[in-house]
């Protein structure tokens, strides 16, 4: 069965320094892949999605981006965190997306000081 | 892009009652739509999704109905217990081309009071 791993599950960073979230799958080949971030009591809005290795989507302009060095790792990262980007983290995998549902890993609660 | 609207934002009803979670879509071509149950501080887990070629779909206590004409859909959870309580989000996306996303409405706090 497929499974997909997020880490860290929290993490507390100062303003101006640097990010790094992984999440990874496994039991599957080739899934979309999908960071979401959650800011507190709001909705799942959609950072960066990925179709294949390399191929990296971006939703909203901000000081993050992403990176997919292999089939099944999705990166988030980050040079210089600001307060704004605290929040809920979640990656996501799909396999036929318009077809088949998102699953989210565990998340990861970013609070940034 | 799609869009998608969910009402209401905060819904409370006693233990036993029914709830309805309605969302409204923008583009018609969208084909799919999941709900997610969010309880608090954890992932969203799917709990129940309808394909546009089918108007009603239920599982045990839970059934979401879709009207393509109006594109709206709706959540019903019917004897609600407790361990109902959480957020719910409705989503639509569209399937093949070059979307690859789904559209999230902004959730529903379902308090199920006993």
């Known amino acids: 069965s497929q499974t997909i791993h997020q880490w860290p599950a929290t993490l507390v960073q100062p303003v101006g320094s640097p990010l790094s979230l992984e999440c990874t799958v496994e039991g599957t080949s080739n899934p979309n892949l999908y960071w979401y971030r959650q800011a507190a009591g709001r909705g799942l809005q959609l950072l960066f999605y990925s179709v294949g290795i390399g191929q990296i989507s971006s939703e909203v302009p901000q000081n993050l981006s992403a990176s997919r060095p292999q089939d099944r790792q999705f990166i988030l990262s980050s040079k210089k965190l600001l307060l704004s980007d605290s929040g809920f983290y979640l990656c996501a995998w799909s396999v036929r997306v318009g077809r088949s549902p998102l699953h989210f890993g565990n998340g990861t609660r970013l609070t940034v000081t | ?114």
């Not at chain 2, 009652?17 to 309880?39: G, H, L, M, R």
């Not at chain 2, 045990?60 to 217990?81: D, G, M």
């Not at chain 2, 109902?84 to 308090?111: E, H, I, R």
């Open chain 2, 1 to 114: 892009g799609e869009n998608v609207e969910q009402h209401p934002s905060t819904l409370s009803v006693q233990e036993g009652d029914s709830a309805v979670i309605k969302c409204t879509y923008s583009d018609s071509a969208s084909n799919y739509f999941p709900w997610y149950k969010q309880e608090l501080g954890k992932r969203p887990q799917l709990i129940i999704d309808i394909r546009s070629n089918v108007g009603e779909k239920k599982d045990q206590r839970i059934a979401v109905t879709l009207n393509k004409t109006a594109k709206h859909f709706s959540l019903h959870i019917t004897e609600t217990q407790p361990e109902d309580s959480a957020v719910y989000f409705c989503a639509a996306t569209l399937s093949g081309g070059s979307n690859y996303k789904l559209t999230f409405g902004k959730g529903t706090l379902l308090t199920v009071n006993p």
